[in-house]
């Protein structure tokens, strides 16, 4: 389920390939007095009963990557490396792209400093 700013996903039948899960990813975007916008998210919920909380920030060329760091995440807690809790619906993929895009007033074609993909552990 999307809405703007949160994202909801879970897994209520757990199979060989896929555990239970309940996860919510919540975003928004802030003003860094020295780096400018920020993508600020935060991933909390539930994998196999395991609870876990975590926040990141990405710059703002470099937010456009959110769903590798969600995938990175999703499988230190306990989702197969090959899942993706952000694509497993495309439309709601595409919302929520186009919904930070719109926060961050970034548009195609941005150059992206390189800086900032170290600095975001990417």
Do not use: C, W
């Not at 539930?46 to 499988?75: C, I, M, P, W």
């Not at 929520?96 to 150059?111: N, T, W």
């Amino acid at each position: 389920m999307f809405e703007p700013g949160h994202l909801h996903r879970a897994n209520t039948l757990a199979t060989a390939e896929m555990p239970l899960f309940n996860v919510d990813l919540y975003y928004d975007v802030r003003q860094d007095p020295s780096e400018g916008p920020m993508l600020q998210m935060r991933m909390r919920g539930q994998v196999d009963g395991k609870a876990f909380d975590e926040t990141f920030e990405l710059h703002r060329d470099t937010a456009y990557n959110f769903a590798s760091v969600v995938s990175r995440l999703g499988h230190k807690h306990g989702l197969p490396a090959n899942s993706s809790l952000i694509m497993r619906s495309h439309s709601e993929y595409d919302q929520m792209f186009e919904d930070i895009r719109a926060k961050l007033g970034a548009h195609s074609g941005e150059p992206v400093n390189l800086d900032h993909l170290e600095k975001d552990g990417l």
